[in-house]
């Protein structure tokens, strides 16, 4: 269709003349898919959601292999001592034993002498006096308690007789009035002459040392004292 002026088409003087809008034509053919674009900065993290129920427990695992035994502990303080238990029943007698060996006899010595010396007496003994010589009867030293020496006169005993104290010896005798005698220093029992027949048994006070002796038994005839000094 030309230009109502000029008769052209698509003239210059009609350019700006708008003319009816024409029929939408057929759509085109898809083109070809683009490129992936860029991927997009992550958006923020959302809150966390509810925490859901719990499950079911699970079977249980089989057992584990036994550990290595431990070292042992120290050894803990011994408890308290319990309370004495009751006392039992008598038990039923025993079987009579065998009979022992027959005692021994005590030794026994005879002093004859007939001139005058020193006697030492063995201990756990007894001397018969029959000596005629004037006899100094000592004590032995260093003998354990209940050692004993037995001094027996006689009237034979015409020499007489004497106990004398060693160095630190002493004896002692209770007499009928209760009061207790002792000998002092290097003292000594004299036995009168009408008493040589006297008898005297002493014994053994202390452990060892054989100092302390005491008188434990004797006959004095006339009931008359030997003295001490």
């Keep these: 269709m030309g230009c109502n002026k000029c008769g052209e088409n698509k003239c210059r003087c009609c350019v700006t003349e708008k003319g009816e809008r024409g029929l ?18 992550p958006g ?13 427990p699970g079977e249980q695992g089989p057992s584990g292999n036994d550990g290595a035994v431990g070292a042992t502990g120290p050894q803990g303080p011994a408890g308290a001592v319990g309370a004495q238990g009751p006392q039992g029943d008598i038990g039923p007698q ?4 065998p009979q022992g060996p027959t005692g021994g006899f005590l030794t026994w010595t005879e002093d004859l002498t007939a001139s005058p010396h020193i006697l030492f007496p063995n201990p756990n003994t007894g001397t018969v006096m029959r000596n005629t010589g004037f006899a100094r009867i000592r004590l032995p030293l260093g003998v354990p308690l209940g050692t004993f020496v037995k001094i027996v006169g006689t009237v034979d005993c015409t020499g007489g007789w004497k106990i004398q104290m060693q160095s630190g010896q ?3 005798y209770t007499d009928a009035s209760n009061s207790l005698v002792t000998t002092t220093g290097t003292g000594e029992i004299t036995v009168g002459a009408p008493n040589y027949s006297d008898t005297l048994e002493l014994v053994m006070l202390d452990n060892g040392a054989g100092l302390k002796w005491a008188i434990t038994g004797g006959t004095f ?7 001490f000094t």
């Design 221 to 227: 005839a006339g009931n008359v004292l030997p003295t």
């Design 94 to 97: 025993g079987d009579i034993g």
């Design 24 to 41: 939408r034509g057929q759509e085109g053919p898809r083109g070809p898919k683009g490129d992936k674009g860029d991927a997009g900065t």
């Design 44 to 56: 923020a993290q959302g809150p966390q959601g509810i925490q859901g129920l719990q499950g079911p």
């Design 170 to 172: 002493t004896v002692e």
